[in-house]
């Protein structure tokens, strides 16, 4: 399998062959969530999108070191030189230290995540807790004389690392056209001496809690900085892939990759794998136009637009039957429609392993594990995967409907090929009952044993249960067609 694998590569604009620098070792890193808020359908997208890659490099044969990180240093996604603080409006509006919003975010994420069946990566680390590396890196830049201080503040300069290396490769960006679209826009920017300059450090104003002391002022590092800094730790000066959603290409990742060409001489990844954004009935997901669903409202079906509850497994199908790369529209319909299928396919992995074998088969099944696996390897297709395992369902209804018959071998080879590529890879899960139904189910299993205690003429075992039950405040009532019971 290693080897097969081609992956778009946001960089070149191509799918390349992919081809790790240590291999069978790939480093692989991704940005994750700031910690502020509860996570919404874009976090799941994401985190969905590279636990696929992940699951599929193991697959594949491969060591992947996965490192995602937390960022718990406030910033404003669009403009992080403001030194606004989201995380410290947060804790003032609640009351809160700005480390216990963080944890309470954090855990927040790594339920939902959890829900959702994402593996957890191997490193993650948070951005507070590696200011000496964020400290560093600033002192390289600086050294190597991309950066000026201004005030007790560091800013990247743009204009002269664009003169030696061409800024923008990665989205596409002129610098010429950056220069002119923020010239007037230089509220709090007049530090700077280009408008598109970036924050490297910050001095912290007085109301600033997060803070930290440099060698320039008690302040706090710039955004992009984080990532550059602990993928540099944990991964290297050049590592395999870097990842995130389609809003960090510009311009975070655009800073990270002038960052670590002037820090370590080189930009900071092989291949750069970004993730298309969610919609929601074909509009943009914000939290002002409120149409911005958190998980949690999903999976209770509490928001003016979810027309009921759906199940976590449901959420990450409807996910994965889109490429990453294509835009995703959310509706109920079209989640309905993913629950659909997606218990249709888990139905025909139960009637999978009761499928009588014949001698013979009358279907040839081979082209199911090499079509999917085809898929796969190219840009990770999981719907076109997803779409030859229904082929597969389709014969699997048929053989146990006696129109069809597949020998001993081929059932075997279906069993594991559905097991590896629903579970293992995809990541899909059988989901476990709800609690309620869990009770019932329970319920059901100790009125049964006292039906057998009373049919045993064992009568003080038969009230005992009916005893036990009352006091939990389950009645429970013998009628002619049998026992009912009540909470
Ligand atoms: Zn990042």
């Known amino acids: 399998m290693i080897g097969d694998l081609y992956l778009h590569n946001s960089f070149s604009r191509e799918k390349e062959r992919f081809v790790p620098v240590h291999a069978p070792h790939v480093g692989l890193y991704v940005c994750g969530p700031t910690v502020y808020g509860d996570p919404h359908l874009g976090h799941a997208r994401s985190a969905i999108t590279f636990d696929l890659l992940f699951r599929y490099l193991k697959f594949s044969g491969y060591k992947v070191r996965y490192v995602r990180n937390i960022t718990d240093v406030g910033h404003l996604e669009d403009d992080s030189d403001s030194g606004d603080d989201k995380l410290l409006k947060k804790a003032r509006l609640e009351q809160l230290e700005p480390m216990e919003v963080a944890k309470y975010y954090t855990d ?47 800013y ?27 010239r007037d826009n230089l509220e709090a920017q007049d530090e700077k001496r280009n408008s598109i300059d970036f924050a490297l450090w910050k001095k912290a104003q007085p109301e600033h809690i997060m803070r930290w002391k440099s060698p320039w002022s008690e302040g706090f590092p710039g955004w992009h900085l984080e990532c550059s800094a602990m993928g540099r730790k944990y991964l290297g000066e050049k590592f395999d892939i870097h990842g995130g959603g ?22 900071p990844c092989q291949y750069w794998m970004h993730n298309n954004m969610i919609t929601i009935n074909g509009q943009k997901m914000g939290k002002s136009l409120g149409n911005s669903i958190m998980l949690e409202e999903f999976l209770k079906g509490n928001h003016p637009l979810l027309e009921r509850a759906y199940t976590p497994m449901s959420i990450r199908f409807f996910i994965l039957q889109a490429h990453y790369r294509s835009a995703l529209d959310f509706s109920n319909t ?20 009761t499928l009588k074998p014949s001698n013979v088969s009358s279907v040839d099944i081979s082209s199911i594990e090499k079509d999917c696996f085809a898929a796969l390897n190219d840009d990770l297709n999981s719907p076109v995967a997803i779409s030859v395992l229904f082929d597969g369902v389709r014969i699997i209804n048929s053989v146990n409907e006696g129109k069809e018959t597949l020998k001993k071998e081929d059932i075997e080879a279906l069993k594991k090929l559905y097991s590896i590529a629903l579970f293992d890879i995809l990541g899909l899960k059988k989901e476990e009952k709800t609690n309620s139904e869990l009770t019932g189910y329970l319920i059901q299993f100790v009125l049964d044993l006292r039906q057998k205690a ?22 429970v009532k013998d009628t002619k067609d049998g026992t009912v019971w009540e909470m």
């Open 108 to 154: 927040r994420y790594h339920d939902m995540m959890d829900l959702l069946n994402v593996s957890r990566p191997s490193i993650e680390p948070n951005a507070s807790g590696h200011i000496m590396e964020q400290i560093e890196m600033v002192q390289q830049i600086l050294d190597a004389g991309y950066a000026y201080t201004v005030n007790g503040s560091v």
């Open 156 to 182: 990247f300069d743009l204009v002269k690392y664009n003169s030696q290396y061409r800024y923008g490769q990665l989205s596409g960006r002129v610098i010429e056209d950056l220069l002119s679209s923020t």
């Open 246 to 267: 389609m809003d960090l290409l510009f311009p975070h990742h655009e800073s990270e990759i002038a960052q670590s060409q002037i820090a370590n001489s080189a930009p």
């Open 334 to 353: 079209a989640l309905q429609a993913a629950e659909k299928g997606l218990s249709r396919l888990l139905k025909a992995v139960d009637t999978l392993n």
């Open 454 to 475: 009373k049919a045993n003429k064992d009568f003080a075992t038969s009230d005992k249960i009916r005893d036990e039950l009352n006091s939990l405040g389950i009645t």
